[in-house]
C-alpha cells in the first residue's frame, strides 16, 4: 500500500505512484496506492485491514501522523509488516518520541542539512544531493545512507517481527528517477 501526501505535486504522485507499483510488482505484493497519507489516525484502521501483514508492504510518503495514526502504524508492524517511510516532516508530529524511539529505533532526529547521501551498498553504489534530516540510529537499527559527514541519513531495521526503512527526505527529492527506484526497491 502506497500512501502519497498532500506535499507531492500531482506529477510526482503519478511518477512515484508508476515507480513504485513497478516494484511492489516485480517483488509480488498487491499494489493499492491511495493520494493521501492522513494526519489523523482514526482512518487507518480500515487502510490497513486491507493488508495482511505478512503480505504486505506500506510505503508512507505523508508529512505528520499524529499519535493514534502512529499507534494504528505501531500495531501494523507488530503484526509482522513492512514499512518504507521516507519524510521530511515525520518527526514533527505529535508525541512522536516516543514511535521514533521504540518503534523506528532512533533516538532523535536533527538538522535539516543540506549535501551529498551515498549508500553502503557496494555492489550498487547511490549517490544523490539534497536537504535531509540526521538519525542517531539505536541497536539494532543499521545506518543504510550516509550523509557527507557521516552521519546517518537513513536506517533500516529489521527487529524480527517487524522490517522498517525510515528515510528523513522526501522522496520527490531525489533525482533522477533511477535513483528513486533504487531507495524503493
Given amino acids: 500500500m502506497l500512501f502519497i501526501g498532500s506535499n507531492y505535486t500531482r506529477q510526482q504522485s503519478e511518477d512515484i505512484g508508476q515507480i513504485a507499483s513497478e516494484i511492489l510488482q516485480e517483488l509480488g505484493h498487491r499494489v493499492h496506492i491511495l493520494p493521501i497519507a492522513p494526519e489523523e489516525g482514526s482512518l487507518y484502521p480500515a487502510l490497513f485491514d486491507l493488508l495482511e501483514p505478512q503480505d ?12 493514534e495514526g502512529q499507534g494504528h502504524m505501531r500495531r501494523y508492524l ?8 521516507a519524510s521530511d516532516q515525520f ?22 542539512t543540506t549535501g551529498t547521501i551515498r549508500s553502503f551498498n557496494l555492489s ?15 541497536f539494532p537499527a543499521e545506518t543504510v545512507l550516509l550523509n557527507g559527514h557521516n552521519e ?3 536506517l533500516r531495521l529489521d527487529e524480527g517481527r517487524y522490517r522498517v526503512v525510515y528515510l528523513p527526505f522526501r522522496l520527490s527529492s531525489v533525482q533522477p ?9
Fill in 91 to 112: 518527526h514533527l508530529s505529535e508525541e512522536v518520541e516516543p514511535f521514533l524511539r521504540h518503534v523506528l529505533q532512533t533516538q532523535g532526529v536533527t538538522g535539516p
Fill in 177 to 185: 528517477p533511477e535513483t528513486q527506484r533504487h531507495l524503493l526497491a
Fill in 152 to 154: 546517518t541519513a537513513g
Fill in 56 to 67: 504486505g508492504l506500506v510505503v508512507w510518503l505523508g508529512e505528520r501522523l499524529d499519535k
Fill in 78 to 85: 507488530e503484526g509482522g509488516g513492512r514499512l518504507l517511510l
Fill in 124 to 138: 550498487n553504489p547511490v549517490s544523490f544531493a539534497l536537504r535531509h534530516y540526521r538519525l542517531n540510529p539505536l
